[in-house]
């Protein structure tokens, strides 16, 4: 593959959104058919298509994991299996700064709505997973996850930021009340 001299594989794979993506994706897909493993094999009762979906949702949770906590993990994993080396990354353990100030709306740029896209797609497969989805169950079980990652972050020397939880939660109230208007609307 060429890369233009000032892009080159290491750039790509370690500084870029593509290459962020590309780190987490083994090991989601790992974890996603290690649970679909035991899931098919255990679960004869459910619906083959819900089990489906909930392998679907253990890989995007994983993704997410990786992304958002474990970022600086990976980098250092996959530098050290590329390179054989140290990737000078230090994670400051405990070391992530806090900000509590909600200024999203300020400065709309593409973290922001990459942070409200980012848990778009909890809307929609939570409940393709679940044998009793509400449109309640859906947004608390998402609203868990969003505080429970950004409260982990700090420890992993990344930033807990009020406006991730937020535009995250927006993400997940929007995209969750689109998947239950479709089916009350199939319905009818």
Not at 23 to 52: C, M, N, W
């Amino acid at each position: 593959m060429y890369f233009p001299d000032h892009m080159t594989f290491q750039y790509f794979f370690f500084d870029t959104y593509i290459g962020y993506f590309l780190q987490a994706l083994p090991i989601a897909l790992v974890t996603s058919t290690i649970y679909g493993f035991v899931r098919f094999r255990k679960d004869k009762e459910t619906h083959k298509s819900r089990k489906l979906f909930s392998c679907i949702f253990a890989c995007y949770i994983t993704g997410l994991i990786c992304l958002v906590i474990g970022l600086d993990l990976m980098n250092t994993f996959y530098y050290n299996l590329f390179y054989s080396m140290n990737s000078g990354i230090e994670i400051d353990w405990f070391g992530g700064e806090i900000d509590l100030v909600p200024d999203f709306f300020n400065n709309i740029s593409g973290e922001t709505i990459g942070n409200f896209l980012m848990f778009f797609p909890f809307g929609f497969l939570d409940p393709l997973s679940q044998a009793t989805p509400t449109w309640k169950k859906t947004v608390t079980a998402g609203l868990f996850v969003v505080v429970v990652i950004e409260v982990l972050q700090p420890i992993f020397g990344r930033a807990f930021d009020i406006n991730d939880i937020i535009l995250n939660s927006f993400g997940i109230i929007i995209s969750t009340s689109i998947f239950f208007g479709i089916k009350r609307a199939a319905k009818k």
